[in-house]
């Protein structure tokens, strides 16, 4: 019988989609480009975009799309949740590094994964209550990011063949997994022109080291037309900018042998980023102001989502619904405190969110009010592994699940277990 390599027949399919979308993405951005300059315009044109990148990256590692990023987001910016690790492992993560100025790589959208991969891996393979060391420095011309973890360890043996396609250590075999998780690690960091090894962490566990060169320009005016053409059109804007970012640089005293307009532009393109974020952001708090003020004799809601979108999108069903939303947090333990605040008739919570998750937010606010009324956003939809973890939490109190994306019929479907 003929046995098909599973990981071609994804990169295959992967590759057909990219092929073939290519000409629906070229429609909807010639459409978008006759819109009216908006922050919703913006919106729209960076949700295709990454549309566009996450195909294209995952496709596989000839395909991938690289970026110019800050390690320092990458890293602190990793979501935690997956069915290979509990949901509420974030506190056993401790996260240092160097000054995030120094910090930037051009990756693929496909290498955050692979450090995902190796912070999970490092908590399923410790103890429950033992921490994860993930500190990234910069060292020469690379930066490094350094996963150590206190658990069983990896013999001289196994470090030979840990990467390999699907080998598995006798230790690892009393977990779920497929030994293909380390294979794809070593694969998406080599393509990012990085490296990849093991060695022992003392006195006991291991360390995983990934380094990938830092980011270098050899052009800054080159470099400059990416920022002009997609961030400024002012250059007056654009110089104020270069000065603020160059203060900044110069607070920090960078070596001498680190290149200064390296320095500059990977800053640059991050600030204005994240600027441009805020103002689509900013864009929406008139609308979530809007939304707060409706239906003040209805039911109240606290919706806590780290997406402002979510924000809007979820927030306007509820108000068409009837239902007064009364504020909105980013993490759990902002949504505690609103909670605690209002007492609402009904929280949503995220599963995946910073500082804290939606879980770990559930949690405390049951123990303020063992009747509160949870209802949980999820891309993972009805998962088991989520179910058995939300089951075991609430010690079988009911809750709601609303999987992510989500229609106003499906929202007030959800609502059905509360019996409002």
Not at 50 to 67: N, P, T
Not at 128 to 136: A, R, T
Not at 241 to 265: A, M
Not at 371 to 378: E, K, R, T
């Amino acid at each position: 019988m003929l046995e098909f390599d599973d990981t071609l027949v994804f990169k295959t399919l992967f590759k057909l989609l990219n092929h073939d979308t290519r000409n629906t993405f070229v429609k909807l951005n010639a459409l978008i480009s006759e819109l009216d300059q908006t922050p919703v315009k913006d919106m729209i044109s960076d949700s295709i975009q990454e549309l566009y990148d996450l195909i294209a990256s995952s496709a596989g590692f000839i395909d991938g799309k690289k970026r110019i990023m800050s390690m320092y987001d990458i890293v602190s910016e990793l979501s935690l949740t997956s069915s290979k690790i509990t949901l509420t492992n974030h506190h056993r993560v401790k996260f240092s590094h160097d000054p995030k100025i120094y910090l930037f790589v051009e990756v693929s959208e496909l290498f955050n994964h692979a450090i995902l991969n190796l912070v999970e891996n490092a908590l399923k393979y410790s103890g429950e209550n033992e921490i994860v060391d993930v500190s990234i420095r910069r060292e020469g011309n690379f930066i490094s990011v350094y996963v150590k973890d206190n658990g069983m360890g990896i013999s001289d043996k196994d470090k030979e063949r840990i990467f390999e396609q699907g080998y598995r250590t006798i230790s690892a075999l009393e977990q779920q997994g497929t030994g293909t998780g380390l294979w794809i690690t070593k694969n998406i960091v080599h393509k990012d022109s990085g490296t990849i090894e093991v060695y022992d962490n003392k006195p006991k566990g291991s360390v995983f080291k990934v380094s990938v060169p830092i980011f270098f320009t050899s052009s800054l005016e080159d470099s400059m037309d990416i920022v002009v053409n997609n961030y400024l059109d002012d250059p007056k804007e654009l110089n104020e900018c270069i000065r603020s970012i160059k203060t900044l640089i110069d607070l920090h005293e960078p070596p001498i042998e680190y290149h200064y307009d390296s320095l500059l532009f990977a800053n640059l393109l991050n600030y204005l980023r994240k600027e441009k974020r805020n103002k689509t952001q900013s864009h929406f708090k008139d609308k979530l102001l809007e939304i707060k003020s409706k239906n003040p004799g209805g039911k109240t809601v606290v919706i806590v989502d780290d997406s402002t979108y979510v924000h809007y999108y979820l927030g306007t069903f509820f108000s068409e619904l009837g239902y007064r939303v009364v504020d909105f947090a980013f993490n759990g333990l902002e949504g505690f405190n609103l909670y605690e605040t209002h007492n609402p008739d009904l929280i949503t919570l995220d599963i995946t969110m910073p500082v804290m998750s939606g879980v770990e937010a559930s949690e405390k606010i049951l123990k303020l009010n063992p009747g509160a009324n949870l209802l949980f956003l999820s891309g993972l939809g009805s998962h088991s592994g989520l179910i058995q973890t939300l089951d075991k939490k609430l010690n079988g109190r009911t809750y709601g699940i609303l999987t992510k994306p989500f229609s106003k019929e499906e929202l007030e479907n959800s609502l059905e277990v509360f019996n409002f």
